[in-house]
T-cell receptor, first 112, second 114 residues
Framework: SQQGEEDPQALSIQEGENATMNCSYK?????LQWYRQNSGRGLVHLIL?????REKHSGRLRVTLDTSKKSSSLLITASRAADTASYFC????????????FGRGTQLTVWP | EAGVAQSPRYKIIEKRQSVAFWCNPI?????LYWYQQILGQGPKLLIQ????????DSQLPKDRFSAERLKGVDSTLKIQPAKLEDSAVYLC????????????FGPGTRLLVL
């Protein structure tokens, strides 16, 4: 079964705008990860945030985690057409074996 | 560093036929995963290997799906016989070890069952 639920399912913005995607999950976690998938391609790891962290940055990406609300958000600042892709959050459900549980994803379209 | 390789990239078969997918993980990665991604959904784990041993195959439909990782490197995933609902993208991923958080994905094999 899916673990994370991304919101919104689809997001359409203009280049230069910021894009915010949210993820909710149901169980305890060790960490939460965000991945990007371009159409017809595999997934690319973007960022990992551990359960004892509240915010993390990587370039134009900012991820927050609220374990009390079991939710995370991914912010992409100054978006570019090349950011057009599907974005997935994934959790480990507290396991240390490496298995990931993915949500359904948010389809982001950035118009030039 | 070469990424995860998968072949074929596309496959079209008729229901009840058999099909096999191949994956070559990143060199030195002990853990290998096979995921099924149905259109519009996120990937779902089918099986996880640590070297050549199975760590988790709880979501693998064992009546028709099988997978092996001989010598702890390459892996093959087989479906026999295929059903219409097996139409999906099959993704292979690898990581340094179980518990290593970052997984590296291959481009996937897109399967269409007619």
């Amino acid at each position: 079964s899916q673990q994370g639920e991304e919101d919104p399912q689809a997001l359409s913005i203009q280049e230069g705008e910021n894009a915010t995607m949210n993820c909710s999950y149901k169980t305890s976690i060790n960490n939460l990860q965000w991945y990007r998938q371009n159409s017809g391609r595999g997934l690319v790891h973007l960022i990992l945030i551990r359960s004892n962290e509240r915010e993390k940055h990587s370039g134009r990406l900012r991820v927050t985690l609220d374990t009390s609300k079991k939710s995370s958000s991914l912010l992409i600042t100054a978006s570019r057409a090349a950011d057009t892709a599907s974005y997935f959050c994934a959790t480990d459900r507290g396991s240390t074996l490496g298995r990931l549980y993915f949500g359904r994803g948010t389809q982001l379209t950035v118009w030039p | 560093e070469a990424g995860v390789a998968q072949s074929p990239r596309y496959k079209i078969i008729e229901k009840r036929q058999s099909v096999a997918f191949w994956c070559n993980p990143i060199s030195g990665h002990a853990t290998l995963y096979w995921y099924q991604q149905i259109l519009g959904q996120g990937p779902k784990l089918l099986i996880q290997f640590q070297n050549n041993g199975v760590v988790d195959d709880s979501q693998l439909p064992k009546d028709r799906f099988s997978a092996e990782r001989l010598k702890g490197v390459d892996s093959t995933l087989k479906i026999q016989p295929a059903k219409l609902e097996d139409s999906a993208v099959y993704l292979c991923a690898s990581s340094l070890a179980s518990g290593s958080e970052t997984q590296y994905f291959g481009p996937g094999t897109r399967l269409l069952v007619l």
